[in-house]
């Protein structure tokens, strides 16, 4: 942590404040809090070019935005970057909610502090953001080139990825090159300006069933960014700008966990790659590496069906990847095709299911309700898959259109009601548990009817018999307590009339 007496060239705020719009009162004990790995790569980039860098999580930290605004009064900083980036690009827009906040609030206590917004919502709708926001710049893209050009003063016309207000009109640049050598420029993740030993970070409730009281032990990691597909619902390619994956070295992989665990205690991890479970020549080499230090790690990780290798999954087991987080999405092939989501058939689902948990390792498979397309049937399709294959935690989501993604601009061409529309609930309609979520229609389904329908699967799901019983078995008494009494949080929704 950077000493309060010092002068500071940047702080990077990672926002809080909207934990109970976003989940209501799931809140409580059953979401994750990750720390920002983005903010604290973002600063160990800047720290090695020597400039004076921390960090505020008042995400972690539960800080509202008087409070954040106060602290920056007191540091003072040249500039303060508000990073946007949560689990996924799709979860971010409800986090605006609290940038705008934050914003306003330092923007009250000093007009002329320089504030930056970047991030995975920002690079999707960069002169919507610096329109609506009271900052002062915007970052399209990854945004390292960018800050680092910000912080040594280069002339305004001459940063790749800036966007600013100038003359009472909107100038930008073009977005930079992503960086190539991840391992070599962005060798520096700043752990140690998170506050790691406060206990303040959770794991996902799931990934936890079978050790609840070492929940807060917990870390997320980036082992490597991009991916090569075109899911019409997913919104990374606008910050990416491509389709393709970028990896850092084994060496560094294992040098991040040597200090996670050596240092923080770090039992639970949770990788946040889109795709890790996908290129062997990446994912083995880290396996083994870990599976020689011996640690006692319980980690997730994303997977596609049809990129799951059987013989790799148990040398997965062994390094501690307990569970994965797999993308089924729905359960009829024609409504795969029109998402762009891949070529696999239930069959494929049902080996690849079978196979996994024969080696031990878990399963949160994802499944999405209301994609183009849909009907009644196709979606109780999805509900009857999920029931047989009973992985040990579905995620249920309904269909949405995030900010950057193909479905988002086809909404808006087709003039299909957003949450951010004039009359909308704004960026909080895009947070899947909140209470003015706003999902996509779809040709035969409205909005209601597909929202209704998910909340109907996920009590379904959680009060059957079968699965409780499995958990109960798999994981615990106590486990099995708390998924029921998950399951007995009823999520308001003003759009079932609640």
């Known amino acids: 942590m950077v000493k309060m007496s010092d002068d500071l060239d940047i702080l990077l705020i990672n926002v809080g404040g909207t934990k109970k719009l976003v989940y209501q009162d799931l809140t409580k004990t059953f979401s994750a809090v990750d720390p920002p790995f983005w903010a604290a790569?973002?600063?160990?980039?800047?720290?090695?070019?020597?400039?004076r860098v921390d960090i505020l999580d008042a995400g972690g930290l539960n800080l509202d935005e008087r409070e954040i605004a106060n602290i920056v009064k007191k540091r003072n900083p040249r500039f303060v970057g508000v990073v946007v980036y949560g689990q996924q690009a799709n979860t971010c827009a409800p986090i605006m909610i609290g940038v705008r906040k934050v914003c306003r609030e330092i923007k009250?206590?000093?007009?002329?502090?320089?504030?930056?917004?970047?991030?995975?919502?920002?690079?999707?709708?960069?002169?919507?953001t610096l329109e609506e926001e009271k900052c002062d710049f915007v970052v399209k893209g990854e945004g390292f080139y960018t800050y680092l050009d910000l912080l040594n003063g280069k002339e305004f016309e001459q940063i790749p990825g800036l966007w600013w207000k100038e003359n009472g009109g909107i100038l930008n640049n073009p977005k930079p090159k992503n960086i190539e050598d991840l391992s070599?420029?962005?060798?520096?993740?700043?752990?140690?300006?998170?506050?790691?030993?406060?206990?303040?970070?959770?794991?996902?409730?799931?990934?936890?069933?079978?050790?609840?009281?070492?929940?807060?032990?917990?870390?997320s990691i980036l082992t490597s960014l991009g991916c090569p597909y075109k899911c019409?619902?997913?919104?990374?390619?606008?910050?990416?700008?491509?389709?393709r994956i970028r990896y850092w070295s084994t060496e560094w992989v294992l040098?991040?966990?040597?200090?996670?665990?050596?240092?923080?205690?770090?039992?639970?991890?949770?990788?946040?790659d889109e795709l890790f479970v996908f290129n062997p020549k990446h994912y083995l080499p880290i396996a083994e590496g870990l599976i020689e230090r011996k640690y006692d790690l319980n980690m997730c990780a994303f997977a596609r069906v049809d990129s799951i290798k059987k013989e790799h999954l148990p040398i997965l087991k062994k390094a501690g990847f307990n569970w994965f987080k797999l993308g089924i999405e729905s359960g009829n092939t024609d409504i795969l095709k029109r998402a762009s989501k891949g070529r696999f058939n239930k069959d494929d689902v049902r080996k690849v299911v079978k196979e996994t948990k024969e080696v031990g390792i878990s399963l949160c498979a994802n499944f999405i309700f209301g994609l183009?397309?849909?009907?009644f049937e196709t979606m109780q399709d999805s509900l009857?898959?999920?029931?047989?294959?009973?992985?040990?935690?579905?995620s249920f989501f309904a269909a949405m259109a995030p900010p950057g993604s193909d479905l988002y601009f086809n909404a808006k061409k087709e003039n299909?009601?957003?949450?951010?529309?004039?009359?909308?609930p704004g960026w909080i309609g895009f947070a899947q548990q909140g209470y003015e979520f706003l999902p996509l229609p779809t040709e035969k389904l409205t909005a209601s009817e597909v929202l209704a329908f998910r909340d109907y699967a996920f009590d379904t799901y959680f009060r059957n018999p079968r699965y409780l019983n499995e958990m109960e078995e798999r994981f615990g008494k106590e486990a099995r307590e708390h998924l029921e009494a998950m399951a007995e949080i009823r999520l308001k929704r003003k759009l079932l009339g609640d």
């Open 372 to 375: 183009p397309g849909e009907t």
């Open 41 to 51: 790569l973002t600063a160990g980039f800047l720290r090695n070019k020597d400039f």
């Open 384 to 394: 009857n898959l999920a029931l047989e294959l009973n992985a040990e935690f579905p």
């Open 255 to 272: 040098d991040q966990f040597d200090t996670l665990v050596k240092e923080y205690g770090v039992k639970h991890v949770n990788f946040n």
């Open 108 to 128: 009250k206590q000093d007009p002329k502090r320089n504030i930056i917004v970047s991030g995975w919502h920002p690079s999707a709708l960069p002169k919507r």
């Open 416 to 424: 299909i009601p957003l949450p951010d529309d004039k009359d909308g």
């Open 184 to 219: 070599k420029e962005l060798n520096d993740v700043a752990w140690d300006l998170l506050p790691m030993k406060k206990g303040i970070y959770r794991c996902f409730n799931w990934l936890a069933l079978n050790d609840m009281k070492t929940r807060n032990r917990c870390a």
């Open 232 to 243: 019409s619902f997913c919104a990374i390619h606008a910050t990416f700008g491509e389709r």
